[in-house]
């Protein structure tokens, strides 16, 4: 994590701080970060403080469960995401999440296009990878594996459980 980083206040304490996770279809990447994250969140012992969402910037996949080589990879690493159903990401998300993560620069540019204001962007949208250890600002994004082999889920898995690990200490930090 760069000493940049930092986690967006609460927009209200007196629920739980909300984070939304994003790519492209909501099939691959953001839902396996929405999985690994909750587990991260339970290990770091704020999962009653921290609820986690995903979405997609486009409606293709809408209501489909995640790719089946993203389950695969997820189920034989020992999570379950049997349950993601794809949603789409709009200008409303804005209003219910904190922080919004996305996977890639195109999903960073169409998440701020939609945000009420540029001030509301710039305080709540993060790249995910802003909270890998290993991430230097010139490798920021989550590459997509969509169109690739099995090993490119297995190789965002890996990067995507580093990254949940370093945000979950980071929201620790921020919710003590």
């Keep these: 994590m760069t000493t940049a980083t930092r986690v967006p206040k609460a927009r209200d304490t007196t629920r739980p701080y909300r984070?939304?996770?994003?790519?492209l279809g909501n099939i691959c990447r953001s839902p396996i970060a929405h999985v690994v994250l909750r587990r991260a969140l339970e290990r770091a012992g704020i999962s009653d403080r921290v609820e986690v969402d995903s979405s997609g910037t486009g409606d293709w996949h809408l209501g489909q469960g995640m790719d089946r080589r993203a389950a695969a990879v997820l189920a034989?690493?020992?999570?379950?995401?049997?349950?993601?159903?794809?949603?789409?990401?709009?200008?409303?998300?804005?209003?219910?999440?904190d922080l919004i993560l996305a996977m890639d620069e195109n999903n960073f540019r169409d998440?701020?296009?939609?945000?009420?204001?540029?001030?509301?962007?710039?305080?709540r949208v993060r790249m995910f990878r802003e909270f890998d250890p290993r991430a230097d600002f010139g490798d920021r994004e989550v590459p997509d594996p969509y169109y690739g082999g099995d090993d490119g889920f297995t190789h965002v898995l890996r990067m995507v459980e580093r990254t949940s690990e370093g945000l979950a200490s980071a929201l620790a930090e921020h919710l003590r």
């Design 19 to 23: 984070v939304a996770v994003v790519c």
């Design 76 to 97: 034989s690493a020992g999570y379950d995401g049997s349950s993601h159903r794809a949603q789409q990401f709009t200008e409303e998300w804005y209003d219910r999440h």
């Design 111 to 123: 998440i701020s296009a939609l945000a009420p204001d540029p001030e509301t962007a710039s305080e």
